[in-house]
Every structure is written in C-alpha cells, then in structure tokens.
C-alpha cells in the first residue's frame, strides 16, 4: 500500500532540508514500503549501500549518487546488509518556488513544473557533475546557514531546476 507523507516548508521557504539523520529503515525486500510526498523530493547519499525503488526500475545506490524524485512518485530506499546508510534530502514546493520567481508568467511555470514532475531520476555524481555540484551547494548553504544562504539556495535550485526541466525535454 503506498503512503503518503506530507510535508509542511518553514514559512518564507521552498526547500525542506532534512540533514543529517540516517533516514532509511530497514524494509522486506519482498514487499517494500513505497511512499510519495506532496513536494519535490532531492536525495543525497552520504554514506552506505542498498537499493532504490523508483517507477522505472530499482537502482542499486551508494555515497555519491543522488536522487530526483517527483511530488506523488511512488518510491523506497532500502538498505543493503548490514550497512548503516544516511542521507541528505531536500524537499521543495516547485510551483510555488517558479510561481514566485516568474510572476505573470503562469504558462512558462506550468510547462516547467509539468517537465519538472515529468521523471523521477537516479543519478551519480560522477557523470552528473553540475547537477551534483548544485544539489551538494544547496545541501552545505543549507547546513552552514551563513549570511544569505536563503537566497544563495534560491540561485542554486533555480539553475537545478532549469536544468532539470532541460533534461525532460
């Protein structure tokens, strides 16, 4: 049965982080627990091995590899043996982000959501430099809270998103 988790973005904020914490519970490979969300999910694997269970198939994860996973895409993140596995996730309201960004322009903001919302992805670092390098920026800015990080998160995931839309075609 899918679950359906709901999260709720601080007030002035598109993106959730959740930093830090070993976020993966152990799961029955026979019959994982698929789950969705109401935002965009971004996951960053710090550490550890196992599985990811997305739409399109399930992909073997380990430190470096990254997650896209759209709002209300069924997925699981099972851990492999005995590993301890952490994570790094951000969760960010899409429309409302491009909705804020691109007043008056709501066709640009759908086509854009739509291509967002489009694929859920497994990626790796390594063969993903600049989307890596811009999710890692969001994850430290997010972790560092320095002055301007907000805004500094903004201009990260407005590229991030771009991109991502670019990628959908």
Known sequence: SDLFRYYELPRDSYVLPMLGGSWIRRSEH???ELHYHNLLEIGYCCQGEGEVILEKGVYPYFPETFTIIPRSSPHATLLGGNEKSQWDYLFVDVDKFL???YPGRSRFVEET???INQNSYFLTHS????????VQG???EMWGKQEFYQE????????????LARMAG
Do not use: C, H, W
């Open 30 to 32: 026979e019959n994982p």
């Open 99 to 101: 909705g804020d960004l």
């Open 113 to 115: 959501t739509r291509r």
């Open 127 to 134: 063969a993903n430099p600049v989307l890596g390098d811009l």
């Open 138 to 140: 969001m994850i430290q």
């Open 152 to 163: 500094s998160v903004k201009g990260y995931l407005r590229a991030f998103l771009m991109i």
